[in-house]
């Protein structure tokens, strides 16, 4: 089975800086999706970032990027120039590839609570 | 655009009721779940189906059973309610192969959310 941990339950940072969210998973599988979600107050799951693992590098998406260490099976999310905006719960999440039994599966954290302070 | 509408988005059960749980999705996808999401747990599958009454047991089954009669619609049924369900839940669905990903490159779309009391 896999799991997906997330140690830091709250974060906190200024507005324009940088904040980085950890994120560690357990798998026996060699091909596999992880993400990075966030859900903001209005509890709407809005996916942030999308890693292969099959690809080494790190995606980037605006502001947003991932460090990806799959040898340690680490993904954290580094938020660049934070704005008030990125005030939300951001989940890590592990799916196994759709071509296996995985039916899209997705296994989560436990959560980071970002607050962006002004 | 993807909709994944979940009917209820606030409800207060007394313990004992049968509480359904209604989820409709727009884009023909053949996996539908019920997550259910509690503060430092995160999201926990609780049933999946991927296919028109096909059901599968996700991490915590006990105490819900589901229904898909049709392939947009997945309901979550607590046939009889306890506090220990209160909780948020979650609906989503996704399409079957990663060769349908959407140009976003996301896999799995997401409803608002139901909270539901239990008291």
């Known amino acids: 089975a896999q799991t997906v941990t997330q140690s830091q339950p709250e974060m906190s940072v200024q507005e324009a800086e940088t904040v980085t969210l950890s994120c560690t998973y357990d798998t026996s599988e060699s091909n596999y999706y992880l993400f990075w979600y966030k859900q903001p107050p209005s509890r709407q799951m809005i996916l942030v970032i999308r890693q292969e693992a099959y690809k080494q590098q790190n995606a980037t998406e605006n502001r947003f990027s991932v460090n990806f260490q799959k040898a340690a099976k680490s993904f954290s999310l580094k938020i660049s120039d934070s704005q008030l905006g990125d005030t939300a719960m951001y989940f890590c999440?592990?799916?196994?590839?759709?071509?296996?039994?995985?039916?899209?599966?997705?296994?989560f954290g436990q959560g980071t609570i970002l607050t962006v302070h002004p | 655009d993807v909709k994944v509408t979940q009917s209820s988005r606030y409800l207060v059960k007394r313990t004992g009721e049968k509480v359904f749980l209604e989820c409709v999705q727009d884009m023909d996808h053949e996996n539908m779940f019920w997550y259910r999401q509690d503060p430092g747990l995160g999201l926990r599958l609780i049933y999946f189906s991927y296919d028109v009454k096909m059901k599968e047991k996700g991490d915590i089954p006990e105490g819900y059973s589901v229904s898909r009669e049709k392939k947009e619609r997945f309901s979550l049924i607590l046939e009889s309610a306890s506090t220990n369900q209160t909780s948020m839940y979650l609906c989503a669905s996704s399409p079957l192969g990663e060769d349908r990903v959407g140009p976003s490159g996301n896999t799995i779309y997401f409803g608002e959310g139901s909270w539901l009391t239990v008291v």
């Open positions: 999440a592990f799916i196994m590839n759709a071509g296996g039994t995985s039916y899209g599966k997705l296994t």
